[in-house]
């Protein structure tokens, strides 16, 4: 059954070759434009976010420099005039002989001053509270600013941008949450115009608003990218003209290769399954074979035998008569087990070193130690002469057996530790002789 997958998978996977082999110009080509339209979408994001990076950025620069211009006039002009006989700071000081404005009149004309409508460049400072003499133009104008004064309202520490249209141009608009100063309190809670008088400390009491428009930065960034478009359509041109050429030469190639690719794969699927010095099932194939077997008697709840085999003292014998003979003596061991699986699903395999594993599926306690005297009848019958030996003149074997039915909670490891324990305790009485390892069921 194994082997029928196998085969299909196999099947399936040289039609899979063969057909990217056949179509390898077409797929290369698409690979190449889908590379070059997500190259595109990158470079076009890319350019956004350097627009919108360069308009916050001069955005930020613009509120403090508007905020430093603020606090220095307050502190440099406004706080050294307040003992001056005759000097009022007032909202309305147009009106009034010897008066200057406070600091937010003052940073509102001066944003005035630095606006430009017909560039769509804007500086507002407005708020909630407009003084009388700004009712018009001091509060907020649209939804973008009413937005802006609820979310800063809920978040003065943050700023609160966005860019959209505003009147025929696509601008970027910032603003930052004006805080009362200690310094300010006062002022604003006594002067008779004010249009509140409960301010307290860090309260939001204005919005400081930057209007920039961003779609010349645009352009400029449109520009950039046909040239980049260019440069990579370019690009994928000559790489397709060069892939054209390159794939004649790889096809002639690939031919050569691809015989000598299947005699290969054949030969490493063989090594990657049995060893090499016994030709028996190599310990990483036993480890998965045990595994199917394991779940194939679980499903029928049917017995799984394992005896562990050890050649006795096979150190002494390979420094007695050399690591040839060593090969030699477990090449002939392990024709042995070979010979004594026979039914589907038996396997015998070189568990590792002197080491060998006999996997019995479907065998009972009972059956396998006949199967273990057999084997250790015909161990004797090699007459392999061990002269160094502390129990026997002839090559020998220690084994042990464990058998179990299958179930959820034991486990192939539980097995192979039975059985494992069941050779240990061989050697220990005496060796060439089988333990049978009864463990207690779950």
Not at 82 to 99: F, Q, R, W
Not at 235 to 251: E, N, Q, T
Not at 316 to 327: A, V
Not at 336 to 356: H, I, M, P, T
Request: hydrophobic share 40%.
């Amino acid at each position: 059954m194994m082997t029928a997958i196998r085969w299909k998978l196999l099947k399936f996977c040289q039609l899979l070759y063969q057909l990217l082999y056949m179509r390898v110009i077409t797929i290369l080509v698409i690979l190449l434009c889908l590379g070059f339209g997500m190259a595109l979408v990158g470079t076009y994001y890319l350019s956004i976010n350097l627009v919108d990076s360069q308009a916050m950025h001069y955005a930020k620069v613009a509120v403090k420099t508007l905020n430093e211009a603020r606090i220095l006039y307050s502190k440099n002009v406004v706080d050294r005039i307040k003992s001056m006989d005759g000097v009022l700071v007032i909202p309305e000081y147009h009106t009034v002989n010897g008066a200057i404005p406070n600091p937010a009149t003052y940073t509102i004309e001066l944003g005035e001053r630095l606006s430009d409508q017909s560039k769509g460049m804007l500086f507002r400072l407005y708020s909630d509270y407009p003084f009388p003499n700004r009712q018009v133009t001091g509060g907020p104008q649209d939804k973008f600013e009413r937005d802006a004064l609820t979310y800063l309202k809920e978040h003065p520490e943050a700023s609160f941008y966005r860019k959209e249209q505003f009147g025929d141009r696509l601008s970027f608009r910032y603003t930052e949450a004006v805080l009362m100063e200690p310094s300010c309190v006062a002022c604003h809670n006594t002067l008779r115009s004010s249009p509140r008088k409960d301010w307290k400390v860090g309260q939001v009491r204005g919005i400081v608003e930057i209007t920039q428009p961003v779609d010349n930065l645009t352009l400029i960034a449109e520009d950039g990218l046909k040239i980049i478009y260019t440069v990579l359509m370019s690009i994928i041109a000559l790489a397709i003209s060069g892939l054209i050429l390159v794939i004649g030469r790889f096809r002639a190639i690939n031919q050569e290769l691809e015989q000598k690719v299947l005699e290969r794969t054949a030969a490493l699927n063989h090594l990657a399954t049995i060893d090499e010095l016994t030709q028996l099932i190599n310990r990483r194939q036993f480890n998965l074979l045990l595994q199917q077997e394991w779940q194939r008697m679980q499903r029928q709840e049917q017995p799984l035998s394992l005896i562990l085999c050890d050649v006795d003292y096979f150190k002494k014998y390979n420094d007695t008569y050399g690591h040839l003979e060593g090969d030699n003596c477990l090449r002939a061991i392990a024709q042995v087990l070979d010979n004594n699986v026979k039914r589907s699903g038996e396997f015998a395999a070189r568990y590792g070193g002197e080491e060998f594993a006999i996997v019995l599926p479907g065998i009972n306690c009972l059956e396998a130690t006949r199967i273990a005297t057999i084997i250790m009848n015909a161990i004797h019958c090699l007459k392999i002469p061990h002269k160094t030996s502390l129990n026997h003149s002839y090559v020998t074997l220690s084994m042990g057996i464990a058998t179990t039915i299958p179930n959820d909670k034991s486990s192939p490891e539980q097995l192979i530790k039975s059985a494992d324990r069941g050779l240990y305790q061989a050697k220990e009485e005496g060796r060439n002789r089988f333990i049978i390892w009864n463990e207690p069921q779950p």
